[in-house]
């Protein structure tokens, strides 16, 4: 029996079991938690969900502030190309919280072309094949090599 679960937004494509995101057939990196709280709000579409839900979703087991959530938001809303000030996908309901304000379609997946002769781990970019392949410690070293300019100039520029 089959599981995954495939959400279709726009031109997005989200296997929420698997925390892989396609735009338009090509991979979306993202960080585990961005996953996370992306898979939480495409679930929850069209419901406000405040901070404590998201919480108590992407951090179940640890304390986090609440920045945090804000944070990823922001994050999230690059990878989707999203303006907060005219949203199409994340919606900030100002002292509330956020909601998914995309029109959502559940694909179920063993009748779906993606995995019916669809794509495969072939087809994608190199950027999404470490997230594909399971492996969430492969973006360590990315997210290490991107940090290290940055570090280094504000060393060097005190």
Do not use: C
């Amino acid at each position: 029996m089959n599981d995954r679960h495939l959400y279709r937004f726009g031109e997005f494509e989200l296997i929420a079991d698997e925390n892989v995101l396609y735009r338009n057939g090509r991979g979306v990196s993202l960080t585990p938690k961005m996953y996370d709280m992306l898979t939480v709000l495409v679930r929850n579409h069209g419901q406000i969900l405040d901070k404590e839900t998201l919480l108590k979703e992407v951090w179940p087991d640890s304390f986090v502030e609440e920045g945090n959530i804000a944070f990823n938001i922001r994050q999230l809303r690059k990878a989707l190309e999203d303006d907060a000030q005219s949203p199409e996908f994340i919606e900030t309901i100002p002292r509330r919280g956020y909601r998914f304000i995309a029109p959502v379609e559940e694909v179920d997946p063993s009748v779906d072309t993606f995995e019916n002769g669809g794509r495969h781990e072939s087809d994608l970019q190199p950027a999404a094949l470490a997230t594909v392949r399971g492996s969430k410690h492969n973006l360590y070293p990315i997210l290490a090599l991107t940090a290290l300019p940055i570090l280094a100039a504000v060393v060097l520029g005190t």
